[in-house]
């Protein structure tokens, strides 16, 4: 068969081998030649490290300067009768290939970071591969539902304003189209769901664990990233139920720095850039200020993808000592805040709609970007190359 791009909405439910290691391929090489990360981990665990910042922290600090083996848990999809598998299982198998070669080790756990059996994987794989200790662990999960631990239920996040409803746009990649779309204002339940499921308990609970276990090395380090954005996206982001759980994220930090303390050790949220991820794609009435973003980042030369965004946290605002504002966030969102860039977007905001939406923002760009996380769009794969399942599964992670 050959593997084309099939897209629901704006979810991919196809991958591309090739493609997905051309991606992978591309963001070494871009480490490789960027200003390195100088006295960083050596043994990291990432939380949700098969794609968007998860990804590129990973391909960062392996390639980027501080040659870290690395312990990535993800939560994907591999071929079978139903499919090819998705972008994150390949990422994961050319990932291991290219930092095996190199000399670094890299593992991967594909299931539940919630489950225990996953928890219980990791704790080995410490214990097996990095003598016991981590240096690092990036939390950066993104998904809709947590298990609540008892019976079968689950948290589900609900992506909604708060106080009242909100009218906006949302870009349906399926078709290219501009929805109008009404969302109504989150409840009490959605709010509190959302912020367990997107909040800072689950990563509370993982340091808890790796402390419970000894597995936390002297001056170990733990991130997990945020968003904040400009006043636009407030009712959908900060003033929303993805701000309450971000909240709660940036109060989870300060209380991990205090447990971490006895270890030397530190913890961090770093607001990062809004970027095209298979996350953000899903959030309603986000897409429009994607668009005008990244038209106005590219004009003014400051545009960066998830892979630039994590070189720059490490090799300039991480190691060898964190940059934190007052409310001791690390921002990786100083470039999109700017003035001239808030600006600027805003202007083609006002200008953007149904009609013009892909020439007043960066619909190219949005969409091209979107493709590429799936492992389609590059120039240099051979699309036209045939493909059967028994293959693909006899790729591993
Ligand atoms: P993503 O969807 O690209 O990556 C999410 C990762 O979590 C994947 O590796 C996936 O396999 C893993 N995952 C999801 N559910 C899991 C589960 N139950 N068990 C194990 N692994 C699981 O998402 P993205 O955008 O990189 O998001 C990561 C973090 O960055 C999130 O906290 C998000 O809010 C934050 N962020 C994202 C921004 C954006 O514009 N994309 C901007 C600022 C912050």
């Known amino acids: 068969m050959i593997i084309e791009p099939i897209i629901k909405g704006v979810v991919a439910r196809s991958a591309h081998p090739a493609g997905c290691e051309q991606g992978i391929r591309q963001h070494i090489d871009l480490v490789s030649r960027a200003a390195p990360i100088t006295q960083g981990p050596k043994r990291v665990l990432i939380l949700g490290g098969s794609s968007g910042f998860g990804l590129a922290a990973r391909i960062a600090l392996t390639f980027g300067g501080a040659e870290a083996d690395t312990i990535a848990v993800s939560f994907e999809r591999g071929p079978s009768e139903k499919g090819v598998g998705s972008a994150g299982w390949y990422n994961n198998i050319y990932f291991k290939q290219h930092a095996t070669a190199a000399g670094r080790k890299a593992i991967n756990i594909v299931g539940d970071a919630f489950s225990t059996p996953v928890r219980q994987q990791v704790l080995s794989a410490i214990a097996n591969e990095f003598d016991g200790q981590v240096d690092l662990i990036i939390y950066s999960l993104a998904c809709g539902v947590r298990p609540q631990g008892k019976d079968d239920k689950m948290w589900h996040s609900a992506i909604k304003p ?134 106005t980042m590219k004009e003014q030369g400051v545009h960066e993808t998830c892979i630039e965004q994590m070189q720059r946290l490490f090799n300039s605002k991480f190691y060898p000592q964190a940059q934190v504002d007052a409310q001791r966030l690390i921002r990786m969102d100083d470039w999109e805040l700017s003035s001239s860039v808030q600006s600027k977007t805003l202007q083609r905001l006002q200008q953007m709609n149904s009609d013009n939406f892909r020439e007043v923002g960066d619909y190219h760009g949005y969409k091209q970007e979107f493709l590429q996380l799936n492992g389609f769009a590059f120039d240099d794969v051979d699309y036209e190359q045939h493909y059967c399942i028994e293959q693909l599964q006899a790729l591993t992670p």
């Open 162 to 295: 708060i106080g009242g409803n909100l009218c906006g746009a949302s870009i349906n990649l399926q078709d290219d189209s501009w929805q109008e779309t009404e969302l109504t204002a989150a409840s009490d339940r959605e709010i509190h769901d959302t912020e367990k499921v997107m909040g800072g308990e689950d990563w509370q609970q993982w340091i808890e664990l790796l402390i419970l276990h000894n597995a936390i090395a002297p001056q170990c380090r733990t991130v997990a990233f945020s968003y904040i954005g400009p006043q636009y996206t407030y009712p959908i982001y900060h003033q929303g139920t993805l701000g309450r759980a971000k909240t709660h994220l940036h109060h989870t930090s300060d209380e991990l720095n205090q447990k971490l303390a006895p270890f030397n050790g530190e913890a961090y949220t770093c607001v990062c850039k809004a970027l095209v991820t298979k996350a953000s794609v899903f959030i309603p009435t986000f897409s429009p200020y994607l668009l005008a973003l990244y038209k």
